[in-house]
């Protein structure tokens, strides 16, 4: 009820916000969290309102008060002492009236928005490695491969992977309960020289202390995270979720940039940038997609897959000129420009677990319950794989289209692609659980670093003796947006 209080409240519901707040307390009495999301709502809704209601006001600061009193040593109480701050120094300019009437339907948005920049944006992050330099071509020797864990672990199973494109920094997204107990998104991302945190994108809740007109908002995502993609300079990160909003960030100061909710309430499945960084693609559990342009987020297509069940699995090739969805018995595959459908599949066992476009090529990867296959969509022949008839929970390509990775169980797996053979196998390093298995898996551009995520939040790196050189400068921060154009 909080959880949906707070996605209410985030779309200027401030009505249906208090009736969870109120449902909630009377449910799970004394529920601070609720008291605290019952002052946000009323304070938001006071302000936005051009402080004309006391009632608001008086409400807000009752509400704020109960929840010190249940909670004053929570994390969100200093939050709270602001809140209550910043009503006390704004009276308001009109008579409250005797009862808080339905606000007026608001004006509805402009597609994708720019969010807000925060008050105060961090002042005290690590530097991000400098861009990379692409190696040398050559053979990679993956005897090499020496496994690290990654620390600290995110709090529950890492749900989505991957690498930038010079190979230089890691994404890794999970998700993590908050102090009302309701899930919310968090993508880490990673120096992959150093193996160390140099950022952390997480759903909270953000002030504006100095603009009364605008107190706050939520940052991030309700639920977990499914999808996550780096812009083709690594400026941006794209993170797609359970709540169904795609959310654009800048790496640099982990600020949220866009939040594109064209799929309402349907999951994302799959996110992408093309090559050129000019585009963005997702994908949602109903089997629609939706392109937008990078430079002015507007909305360039739509697509629906047409399935018929839930989508497992998208694929789309890094140009963006093909897509691939599984669903439980079918895969089918499009061409993005025509969105003329170039390959269906479909069998009652079919059970695709896993799908991988190559980088140099019309081929697609794709692990049934008992076979790896390489599907060349212009002439529709398939290639075997040598495999162990395991299904497979993840597949990754290096840039090069050389080398495909798959994770099985607690082991990732290699394979020469032109060979068809598997040139190597890693286990996960010695857990505290030796029951911990591989969820996702990325394999850098190059092919000198595997990483794999696993049920209890662990990333793992396999690192090969490869050297890559560094590129200087690194970009410069993209500039502040124009808070006037909200």
Not at 186 to 206: F, M, Y
Not at 350 to 376: D, E, I, K, R
Request: net charge neutral; proline share 9%.
């Amino acid at each position: 009820m909080v959880n949906d209080a707070a996605v209410a409240m985030s779309k200027g519901d401030y009505q249906k916000a208090i009736n969870r707040c109120n449902e909630a307390i009377a449910k799970y009495a004394p529920c601070p969290a609720a008291y605290n999301w019952l002052g946000i709502t009323y304070g938001q809704w006071f302000f936005a309102d051009g402080q004309k209601d006391g009632a608001k006001r008086e409400r807000a600061l009752a509400a704020f008060q109960q929840f010190l009193q249940l909670s004053p040593k929570s994390v969100d109480a200093p939050v709270a002492q602001k809140w209550i701050e910043r009503l006390q120094a704004a009276p308001p300019t009109a008579a409250p009236p005797t009862v808080i009437a339905t606000p007026p339907t608001p004006t509805p948005p402009e597609t994708n928005p720019p969010t807000n920049p925060p008050t105060n944006p961090p002042t005290n992050l690590p530097p991000l490695p400098p861009l990379l330099e692409a190696p040398t071509p050559g053979p990679v020797d993956y005897a090499t491969l020496q496994p690290q864990k990654l620390a600290p672990r995110h709090a529950n199973n890492v749900t989505a992977l991957a690498f930038s494109r010079d190979g230089s920094l890691l994404c890794s997204a999970s998700w993590q309960r908050n102090e009302a107990g309701k899930s919310t998104g968090v993508v880490k991302v990673w120096d992959v020289a150093a193996g160390s945190q140099v950022r952390t994108l997480e759903g909270h809740w953000e002030s504006h202390w100095e603009s009364q007109a605008n107190p706050g908002r939520w940052v991030g995502h309700w639920g977990k995270i499914n999808a996550v993609a780096f812009s083709p300079d690594r400026r941006l990160l794209a993170s797609g979720g359970e709540d169904g909003n795609v959310i654009v960030w800048e790496v640099a100061t982990q600020r949220e940039l866009r939040r594109l909710t064209e799929f309402k309430d349907h999951p994302i499945v799959a996110v992408a940038f093309a090559s050129d960084g000019g585009t963005l693609i997702a994908g949602a559990q109903d089997g629609n997609m939706a392109l937008w342009d990078t430079h002015n987020w507007q909305r360039r297509k739509a697509l629906s897959s047409k399935q018929n069940a839930t989508v497992r699995c998208f694929a789309f090739a890094p140009d963006l000129s093909q897509v691939a969805n599984s669903s439980e018995d079918e895969v089918r595959a499009w061409n993005l420009q025509t969105g003329r459908q170039i390959y269906k599949q479909q069998e009652d066992t079919l059970m695709v677990t896993a799908l991988a476009f190559a980088p140099n090529g019309p081929v697609l990867a794709m692990c049934h319950w008992s076979t790896l296959q390489l599907l060349n969509l212009d002439t529709s022949r398939v290639t075997a794989l040598a495999f162990e008839k395991n299904p497979l929970s993840a597949l990754a390509f290096a840039n090069d289209g050389k080398v495909l990775a798959g994770a099985n169980g607690a082991t990732v797996l290699l394979w020469d692609v032109e060979k068809r053979d598997k040139i190597a196998s890693r286990p996960l390093p010695e857990m505290s659980n030796p029951n911990v298995k591989l969820g996702p898996i990325a394999l850098s551009p190059a092919g000198v670093t595997l990483a794999g995520g696993t049920d209890d939040g662990t990333i793992v790196l396999w690192k090969t003796s490869v050297p890559v050189a560094a590129k200087a400068p690194a970009p410069e921060p993209a500039k502040e947006p124009d808070s006037t154009t909200r």
